[in-house]
């Protein structure tokens, strides 16, 4: 069983930057982070498997960055140039297996509860 747990959330002025932290337990294959905006589906933001081997959404290439610290078992998301449109509830997520679908919730096994991101005009 892996346990997560986000924190790093806040409100920031459009063109901010911010860095969203999920300290973990356990082991896993693939790490993500997802959000969920009121009224829409949680949607894939960017996984991890090792620094060579990310994938992130076309609508945050060049702004967001997934990382990993291995030694303090922590996963980040770097986020920069936020725009009002990345406002949501973002959550970092594990699975344990190889996936085609690396930003579909349904391959994720394990989830944490969340930390609100508000970007203002």
């Known amino acids: 069983q892996v346990q997560l747990a986000e924190s790093g959330g806040g409100s920031v002025q459009a063109g901010g930057s911010l860095r969203l932290s999920c300290a973990y337990s356990?082991?896993?294959?693939?790490w993500a982070w997802f959000r969920q905006a009121p009224g829409k589906e949680r949607e894939g933001v960017a996984s991890?498997?090792?620094?060579?081997?990310?994938t992130y959404a076309d609508s945050v290439k060049g702004r967001f960055t997934i990382s990993k610290d291995f030694t303090q078992n922590i996963l980040y998301l770097q986020m920069n140039s936020l725009k009002p449109e990345d406002t949501a509830m973002y959550f970092c997520?594990?699975?344990?297996?190889?996936?085609?679908?690396?930003?579909?919730?349904?391959?994720?096994?394990?989830w944490g509860q969340g930390t609100q991101v508000t970007v203002t005009s």
């Open positions: 991890f498997v090792s620094d060579l081997d990310t």
């Open positions: 356990g082991r896993s294959y693939r």
């Open positions: 997520a594990t699975g344990s297996w190889y996936t085609m679908y690396a930003l579909t919730p349904e391959e994720y096994e394990y």
